[in-house]
């Protein structure tokens, strides 16, 4: 490879929102990053219309956004999904590079001049530096199942949460692919279109701070809806490509088994044979109990998590393997993505 340049290249920040209170927290933390300031920051308003929600109107976002006001651009998102939002971002940006952040992270003291450095030691055939994500996790107990949860962000390859693409490079692939409609999966789609496409993806030595953000005790089901966008890569990319995107490959095989073992027994105790409804009944419950278990035993074991944790292990299974079938028929003719941000 060419070696770089060592040029500081001037970057753009985009950053798709839903106007979260979040998010003034996060143009704040960017203004005091130090230099060099990126060249804009292009804020993408992802609620229906356009609209900016009272919770975030322009005035606000500029106070926030302190000495890069005048840097500051709204850009309406219409509604439909972080990847539309990201490229709507990408096409309005004029910087070398473009860095996506998501809302509700972030950037640590110094980071614009680590990203710097980050960039002028990517070469020619870089197409993509990845941030270092941190996420704090409570002191003086264990974390919760969302909150580990969240911790894996650390480790994930990709995540846009942190990440800058050469402009050249994410339009040359047609940006992110807008069939990817929640902050899932549709980062680690783009890093294996960049690198099919020849271009090399790094990590660099920046960080940013992702906190985790509040839930309730239902999100964990919610989530499930993931499984869908699982379906969509396996078409997109061969069965291979969580080796490939360094993704954990999850439960699902389990949590098929489970969910046929709980449609199972009431059907075989309908047709009269009771020994098979007990074995059916039995596996069920073994595999619930076994996935619970394994969600409360590293946790904080508090009544409201354990009870959290039984409940929504009941209903993940049966809910994950109807996401998964249901993203295999809805995008069984999906084609290579033709674009949506040159």
């Given at each position: ?29 960017l203004?005091?990053a ?10 993408v ?14 005035e ?40 996506f952040l ?25 197409g ?7 996420v ?9 199942d969302w909150e ?10 990709w ?10 490079a994410?339009?040359?692939v ?8 929640r902050a ?18 790094t ?14 005790p ?17 078409r997109?990319?061969?069965a ?6 360094g ?14 073992a ?29 996935f ?42 999906a ?7 040159a």
């Amino acid at each position: 490879m060419t070696a770089p340049s060592g040029r500081t290249p001037a970057y753009s920040v985009v950053v798709p929102t839903l106007a979260r209170p979040c998010l003034a927290d996060c143009l704040a933390a960017l203004a005091a990053a130090g230099s060099p300031e990126p060249a804009e920051v292009i804020v993408v308003v992802d609620l229906p219309g356009g609209a900016v929600s009272p919770q975030a109107d322009a005035e606000a976002l500029r106070e926030a956004a302190g000495g890069l006001a005048e840097r500051l651009r709204l850009v309406p998102g219409g509604g439909r999904g972080p990847a539309a939002a990201r490229n709507a971002g990408a096409r309005a940006a004029h910087g070398e590079w473009v860095v996506f952040l998501d809302d509700d992270v972030r950037v640590t003291a110094g980071w614009a001049g680590r990203l710097a450095a980050d960039l002028a030691g990517a070469g020619p055939g870089t197409g993509g530096v990845q941030g270092r994500l941190r996420v704090p996790l409570p002191v003086g107990r264990r974390p919760t199942d969302w909150e580990r949860g969240t911790a894996g962000l650390e480790d994930a390859a990709w995540a846009t949460a942190d990440m800058a693409y050469r402009t050249a490079a994410l339009r040359a692939v047609g940006g992110f692919d807008e069939r990817f409609p929640r902050a899932f999966r549709e980062d680690a789609d783009l890093a294996l279109r960049m690198l099919d496409a020849g271009w090399e993806l790094t990590r660099g030595r920046r960080e940013t701070l992702h906190p985790v953000r509040p839930a309730d005790p239902w999100v964990s089901v919610r989530v499930q809806r993931g499984n869908a966008d699982d379906a969509l890569m396996t078409r997109l990319h061969g069965a291979d490509w969580w080796e490939r995107a360094g993704a954990p490959r999850g439960r699902l095989p389990r949590h098929a088994v489970v969910a046929l073992a709980a449609a199972a027994a009431p059907v075989a105790l309908a047709l009269g044979r009771r020994r098979a409804a007990a074995g059916w009944a039995a596996l069920w419950a073994l595999g619930t109990a076994e996935f619970a278990w394994a969600r409360i035993a590293p946790g904080p074991r508090t009544a409201d998590e354990v009870a959290a944790m039984v409940l929504t292990s009941c209903a993940i299974p049966p809910l994950a393997v109807a996401h998964w079938l249901s993203g295999r028929v809805r995008h069984r003719a999906a084609g290579p993505w033709t674009g949506g941000a040159a």
